[in-house]
């Protein structure tokens, strides 16, 4: 059985070129699968400590910050040790570049660069330590999915393989590695190579593994084996969810984090579609005007790294939305605390002062195409309970009936908590990757006030 050759041979001789110490990780993420609630507490309290502890001694960054930031910047907390503490952004750490990675941490960091929502590029650093559990923690996600180390799956990704390593690791993990440009996904070719390497796991984001369910759909193609669905990185709607499972059969599992940051937060298990916090590598906090956000409310994502010594990121605002869960028992059985859904980029998600949200790709789109001779639109966020809403006009457009439909529509839904203004304006300006932004949010979430900088 290639299976066990990879998990007990492959696996931990890739690990020992890496530098990296992936299979140790994920068979302590085994033992820890079973702990009780309160045993994870204490787990995750104890690397906290340790880690704030390394943080105070080593950063003067962080020891400048935490003892200079104004009080709209602080948050308290359900984690002792955290609360009080100011939440730190992406753009504090792409001015403090220069301070890490922290001159204490000897071991090996990994650098990497993301370019934001707006363009401008952030570099993290990353411990090989937290490298480790970056890719334990995805495949202990991709386990509780019901996949095994080392049975062929295929990746559907944007990015293009070109390093001759990947290409001979992906051979090593029975992956096919596919790639596409976003317009334009070869659903017939994917199906080929579906069927080629008899594989029985997907990962793709949710968007795209829809178009290759309605390709499906449309053209009668059966399931040819797949067991295992998995989505990551774009919000997946419930519509899409349901089309997919249709088209295979196959419950999809969604999980979350942040790429570029290095951690997997949260995954959904087959049994429930809340998402478990893999709480032995993180602290994820949701917040809502300086303090944990209440179940079913709606909060900024701020979450504490627990193994990168490197460049600690301690309450760091990811700049995400996510649902407080309810503390309700999950039915697989495992203790690890849940958060109920996961709401998208928080500069595009309206808020509303009831503690509920509008998303932008589910609520926004339908009704904005529906109305006749509007070329374009985007909806701001000013204040909580203010939207101004821009409109481009085409020819023969009937500006009051628009306003009239679009503001009914949201009214609607907020229950007429939010107070609706137009602009008809020639032109959206584009945001910095050079696409349209339909919805901006000027509100801050996770600090005590709100300001009134968009966060980019
Ligand atoms: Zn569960």
Same mark, same amino acid.
């Given at each position: 059985?290639?299976?066990?050759?990879?998990?007990? &041979?492959?696996?931990?001789?890739?690990?020992?070129?890496?530098?990296?110490?992936?299979?140790?990780?994920?068979?302590?993420?085994?033992?820890?699968?079973?702990?009780?609630?309160?045993?994870?507490?204490?787990?995750?309290?104890?690397?906290?400590?340790?880690?704030?502890?390394?943080?105070?001694?080593?950063?003067?960054?962080?020891?400048?910050?935490?003892?200079?930031?104004?009080?709209?910047?602080?948050?308290?907390?359900?984690?002792?040790?955290?609360?009080?503490?100011?939440?730190?952004?992406?753009?504090?750490?792409?001015?403090?570049?220069?301070?890490?990675?922290?001159?204490?941490?000897?071991?090996?960091?990994?650098?990497?660069?993301?370019?934001?929502?707006?363009?401008?590029?952030?570099?993290?650093?990353?411990?090989?330590?937290?490298?480790?559990?970056?890719?334990?923690?995805?495949?202990?996600?991709?386990?509780?999915?019901?996949?095994?180390?080392?049975?062929?799956?295929?990746?559907?990704?944007?990015?293009?393989?070109?390093?001759?390593?990947?290409?001979?690791?992906?051979?090593?993990?029975?992956?096919?590695?596919?790639?596409?440009?976003?317009?334009?996904?070869?659903?017939?070719?994917?199906?080929?190579?579906?069927?080629?390497?008899?594989?029985?796991?997907?990962?793709?984001?949710?968007?795209?593994?829809?178009?290759?369910?309605?390709?499906?759909?449309?053209?009668?193609?059966?399931?040819?084996? &797949?067991?295992?669905?998995?989505?990551?990185?774009?919000?997946?709607?419930?519509?899409?969810?349901?089309?997919?499972?249709?088209?295979?059969?196959?419950?999809?599992?969604?999980?979350?984090?942040?790429?570029?940051?290095?951690?997997?937060?949260?995954?959904?298990?087959?049994?429930?579609?809340?998402?478990?916090?893999?709480?032995?590598?993180?602290?994820?906090?949701?917040?809502?005007?300086?303090?944990?956000?209440?179940?079913?409310?709606?909060?900024?994502?701020?979450?504490?790294?627990?193994?990168?010594?490197?460049?600690?990121?301690?309450?760091?605002?990811?700049?995400?939305?996510?649902?407080?869960?309810?503390?309700?028992?999950?039915?697989?059985?495992?203790?690890?605390?849940?958060?109920?859904?996961?709401?998208?980029?928080?500069?595009?998600?309206?808020?509303?002062?009831?503690?509920?949200?509008?998303?932008?790709?589910?609520?926004?789109?339908?009704?904005?195409?529906?109305?006749?001779?509007?070329?374009?639109?985007?909806?701001?966020?000013?204040?909580?309970?203010?939207?101004?809403?821009?409109?481009?006009?085409?020819?023969?457009?009937?500006?009051?009936?628009?306003?009239?439909?679009?503001?009914?529509?949201?009214?609607?839904?907020?229950?007429?908590?939010?107070?609706?203004?137009?602009?008809?304006?020639?032109?959206?300006?584009?945001?910095?990757?050079?696409?349209?932004?339909?919805?901006?949010?000027?509100?801050?979430?996770?600090?005590?006030?709100?300001?009134?900088?968009?966060?980019?």
């Amino acid at each position: 059985m290639y299976e066990r050759i990879f998990q007990r &041979v492959v696996f931990p001789v890739l690990d020992r070129l890496n530098q990296t110490e992936i299979s140790k990780v994920l068979a302590y993420l085994g033992e820890t699968e079973s702990y009780s609630a309160t045993d994870l507490r204490d787990l995750q309290d104890r690397k906290l400590r340790a880690l704030l502890s390394w943080t105070q001694d080593h950063s003067d960054f962080y020891r400048d910050f935490w003892a200079t930031a104004g009080k709209e910047r602080r948050a308290s907390s359900d984690y002792p040790e955290l609360d009080g503490l100011p939440v730190v952004t992406k753009e504090d750490l792409r001015e403090a570049a220069d301070h890490f990675p922290l001159p204490a941490y000897k071991g090996k960091v990994l650098e990497i660069r993301t370019s934001g929502s707006t363009g401008t590029p952030t570099q993290f650093l990353r411990s090989h330590e937290q490298e480790s559990w970056f890719w334990a923690t995805r495949m202990r996600i991709w386990q509780w999915a019901g996949y095994e180390l080392g049975e062929p799956y295929l990746a559907l990704n944007l990015n293009k393989r070109k390093k001759l390593s990947k290409q001979l690791q992906d051979l090593l993990f029975r992956c096919t590695y596919l790639s596409y440009n976003a317009e334009n996904l070869d659903s017939r070719g994917v199906m080929d190579a579906l069927r080629r390497s008899r594989a029985i796991h997907i990962n793709a984001f949710g968007s795209t593994l829809h178009l290759l369910a309605r390709y499906m759909r449309d053209n009668d193609i059966e399931n040819p084996g &797949v067991r295992v669905l998995t989505t990551t990185g774009d919000n997946l709607s419930q519509e899409h969810r349901e089309d997919i499972e249709s088209a295979f059969g196959v419950p999809v599992v969604d999980y979350y984090g942040a790429g570029g940051e290095g951690t997997h937060l949260a995954s959904q298990c087959t049994r429930a579609d809340r998402y478990h916090l893999h709480v032995e590598n993180s602290v994820v906090e949701i917040l809502r005007d300086g303090r944990p956000a209440k179940p079913g409310e709606v909060g900024a994502v701020v979450f504490t790294q627990l193994d990168n010594r490197a460049m600690p990121l301690v309450r760091y605002d990811l700049g995400d939305l996510a649902t407080m869960g309810d503390g309700e028992p999950c039915p697989c059985g495992r203790a690890h605390p849940t958060i109920r859904a996961i709401n998208g980029r928080a500069c595009d998600v309206i808020l509303t002062p009831r503690g509920g949200a509008l998303l932008p790709q589910f609520f926004f789109i339908g009704p904005f195409k529906m109305l006749d001779n509007l070329r374009g639109y985007q909806v701001v966020q000013e204040e909580l309970d203010r939207l101004v809403v821009k409109l481009v006009a085409d020819a023969g457009c009937d500006k009051e009936a628009s306003e009239k439909a679009i503001r009914e529509y949201i009214s609607e839904a907020a229950e007429g908590s939010l107070k609706i203004g137009f602009e008809w304006v020639d032109e959206i300006p584009l945001a910095g990757l050079g696409k349209p932004r339909p919805v901006v949010s000027k509100i801050s979430t996770s600090g005590q006030q709100e300001s009134s900088e968009v966060g980019s």
